[in-house]
């Protein structure tokens, strides 16, 4: 079924396609080819072409589909910068949306901790991860690339005697030229989501 999100990703490769860019790629972070333009997203081989998006073969739908196409539409001429990374209560305008990002991108791993450290290795090199500053703390840290030009760092804190496990996610320096406060929590949203899938997914030992 389309769903307003699909019609409106839609209009977003319509206006994208519709004279030809030859700096799209650049700026997007992709790789231009007859077959439109392929990049990562979410763990996952991204084509974005006039007919559609395409997650590892399969349609792209729902707000992943809409923030791949935003990124897109609106890719600016920029690189993606790290550091120094910030907690979402330092982005623009995110106070309206601190209680929801917490809620639906940090509180949803806690259950997960020890499953997604079981399959670090893995994880890494689904989402191109990388190591994090050793002064972001926690128990493991690693920077992850959910959108080839945003990176999410997120933090895992073991449960022991005294504490609870925990998770936090900050965003790198620059996020928010590439998608507005509202979408950056959408897209940490859902790389969190696609972390609790890939862990549940995979064997013991993969």
Not at 5 to 21: K, N, Q, S, T, V
Not at 161 to 176: H, M
Request: hydrophobic share 45%; glycine share 8%.
């Amino acid at each position: 079924m389309t769903t307003t999100y699909d019609r409106i990703a839609a209009g977003h490769l319509a206006e994208i396609f519709a004279a030809p860019d030859s700096d799209l790629a650049r700026r997007m972070g992709a790789e231009a080819s007859d077959a439109g333009y392929t990049f990562a997203a979410f763990g996952q081989r991204c084509r974005l072409a006039p007919e559609g998006i395409w997650l590892d073969g399969a349609p792209a739908s729902g707000v992943p589909a809409l923030l791949i196409a935003l990124y897109a539409r609106f890719a600016v001429d920029a690189g993606g910068v790290d550091l120094p990374l910030k907690a979402f209560i330092e982005l623009p305008d995110s106070a309206p949306y601190a209680a929801a990002f917490r809620t639906h991108s940090e509180t949803p791993l806690i259950p997960h901790v020890d499953q997604i450290l079981a399959h670090r290795e893995t994880v890494a090199a689904r989402f191109g991860g990388r190591p994090a500053p050793p002064e972001i703390g926690g128990d493991w840290t690693i920077l992850l690339q959910p959108l080839p030009k945003i990176a999410l760092c997120y933090a895992f804190y073991l449960a022991d005697e005294e504490f609870l496990p925990g998770v936090t996610c900050r965003f790198s320096a620059n996020a928010e030229r590439f998608l507005p406060t509202d979408a950056l929590a959408d897209v940490a949203e859902y790389t969190s989501r696609a972390l609790i899938h890939l862990s549940q997914s995979l064997a013991p030992g993969e």
